[in-house]
């Protein structure tokens, strides 16, 4: 069974401060893996998108790396804003199919 | 590009009265959409994939006659939530799947989410 597991759970950070999240996946076979970041009350926007050959990928101020060995990423925030308060969800995807899995995703609250 | 929609965004119905939710691809045509909800605090749950043209596929446990989903062209699907329920109150959340003819093609089957509607239902 395809499975996705966060942590933690959630997080409370200081503005400024850096952090970084955890995300291990069952999906076989593996396609690929994705971020994204959802504001209470709105839908998922993605900001990473990685294959079984990338290991990191970067988009501003967020960093998602993949170990295709172990089956996890991270996601790593440099200088959290107060706008980076959402929940962030891991989502893989195996191949040949469309339907990904979801993980419970990690609600991060940026404190001032 | 990969702009998707819904309406309305926030909607409040009394308990036995239906409510349609639209969701729209804004630029690119959408052979495959999908419908999610999501309780709080929980992660997205798959109720349904609506192909252009075809019956929907439900997922176990969704009742596909409460639910009704219609994809009538490559930019549209709709879910109608009939004789609603309090307990059917959640964010309904569409996602559509570019398709290979006309419009952006999506890269690693990328599927783009539309923002969301917060269904309450008295």
């Known amino acids: 069974k395809n499975q996705v597991e966060q942590s933690p759970q959630s997080l409370i950070i200081l503005e400024g401060k850096n952090c970084t999240l955890q995300?291990?996946?069952?999906?076989?076979?593996?396609?690929?893996l994705r971020w994204y970041k959802q504001d209470t009350g709105r839908g998922p926007v993605s900001l990473t998108i990685?294959?079984?050959?990338?290991n990191t990928k970067s988009n501003g101020r967020y960093t998602a790396t993949l170990d295709a060995d172990t089956k996890q990423s991270s996601l790593h925030i440099t200088a959290s804003q107060l706008s980076d308060s959402a929940s962030y969800i891991c989502?893989?995807?195996?191949?040949?199919?469309?339907?990904?899995?979801f993980g419970r995703g990690t609600s991060l609250i940026v404190h001032p | 590009g990969a702009v998707v929609s819904q309406h309305p965004s926030r909607v409040i119905c009394k308990s036995g009265t239906s409510v349609k939710i639209e969701c729209r691809s804004l630029?690119?045509?959408?052979?495959?959409m999908f419908w999610y909800r999501q309780f709080p605090k929980q992660s997205l749950m798959l109720m349904a994939t609506?192909?252009?043209?075809?019956?929907?596929?439900?997922e176990q446990g969704v009742e596909k006659d409460k639910f009704l989903i219609n994809h009538a062209s490559l930019t549209l699907s709709t879910l109608t939530v009939t004789s609603a329920h309090p307990e059917d109150s959640s964010f309904y959340i569409c996602?559509?799947?570019?398709?290979?003819?006309?419009?952006?093609?999506?890269?690693?089957?990328?599927?783009?989410f539309g923002p969301g509607t917060r269904l309450t239902v008295l």
């Open positions: 996602s559509a799947l570019p398709g290979l003819a006309g419009g952006n093609v999506a890269s690693y089957n990328e599927q783009f």
């Open positions: 995300c291990n996946y069952t999906v076989s076979p593996f396609s690929n």
């Open positions: 990685m294959t079984f050959s990338e």
């Open positions: 989502v893989a995807l195996s191949g040949g199919s469309y339907i990904p899995t």
């Open positions: 630029d690119f045509q959408a052979t495959t």
């Open positions: 609506s192909n252009e043209g075809s019956k929907a596929t439900y």
